[in-house]
């Protein structure tokens, strides 16, 4: 079993960033998916959960109308398309699907 994150960076107050977590060794495609994430010195919180077949999606507040989380099952990964990046938004985001974590990536936002 494996999750692997990619896409995160330094990024300018306002500017985007698109996050891909790679599945494997499961079947994903049964699964919820979520986005975490970790900003130094904070409780590790729920940003962005997505359906199995896409068609329940949740957001925290924080991020409701700037993050979109997707997935495309025949691919078996799930997307984080992060826009008006704010200061706040940076910490290490993980990956979540059927009790399993992926090693994170780091993302700052940064003038």
């Known amino acids: 079993v494996q999750l692997a994150e990619s896409g995160g960076g330094l990024v300018q107050p306002g500017g985007s960033l698109r996050l891909s977590c790679a599945a494997s060794?499961?079947?994903?495609?049964?699964?919820?998916a979520s986005w975490y994430r970790q900003a130094p010195g904070k409780e590790r919180e729920l940003v962005a959960q997505i359906s199995s077949g896409g068609g329940n999606i949740y957001y925290a507040d924080s991020v409701k109308g700037r993050f979109t989380i997707s997935r495309d099952n025949a691919k078996n990964t799930v997307y984080l398309q992060m826009n008006s990046l704010k200061v706040e938004d940076t910490a290490v985001y993980y990956c979540k699907v059927h009790g399993y974590w992926g090693q994170g990536t780091q993302v700052t936002v940064s003038p």
């Open positions: 060794g499961f079947t994903f495609s049964i699964y919820y």
